[in-house]
């Protein structure tokens, strides 16, 4: 999938630009983050790492991924809850659509306490690099 390669190539530009700024000479490892509310297969997205590495200051690390639950808040009475206890996906035609498109969560998620529409997403979006090991720093 196109998705995943697009996003394989930010990290791997990401982390490889930021070594070359500090000056490392071996990236040891990177944590992502990947938000509940993306649809990311991460075998692919590792995969593409992998082959995008290559090559690069990045070559020997090692990618871990951790996933964001998703969690939503309601602005009229506050009720804070994730994507599991919410009944209307169980049927996983809506699931897929809201993987696909986040955004969409509005039309078939309402407040479970209220019944409100009126909601924000506060977790679980976006992609984005948590920490990243590096080797060659020369603080001495
Ligand atoms: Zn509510």
């Known amino acids: 999938m196109v998705h995943e390669w697009a996003l394989a190539e930010a990290i791997v530009k990401t982390v490889t630009s930021i070594a070359l ?61 994730g994507l599991n206890s919410v009944r209307e996906l169980v049927n996983p035609d809506i699931k897929e659509s809201i993987h696909f498109v986040p955004e969409v969560v509005h039309a078939f998620i309402k407040c479970p306490k209220c019944g409100s529409l009126d909601y924000e997403i506060v977790k679980g979006r976006g992609v984005w690099i948590k920490s990243i090991t590096m080797s060659g720093e020369d603080r001495r």
């Open 21 to 81: 700024k500090k000056g490392i000479v071996r990236v040891r490892s990177v944590h992502v983050v990947l938000g509940e509310l993306q649809s990311i297969d991460r075998d692919i997205l590792k995969y593409a790492i992998n082959e995008l590495k290559k090559g690069t200051v990045m070559e020997d690390a090692e990618v871990f991924f951790e996933e964001e639950k998703a969690e939503f808040k309601c602005l009229n009475c506050n009720h804070k809850w």
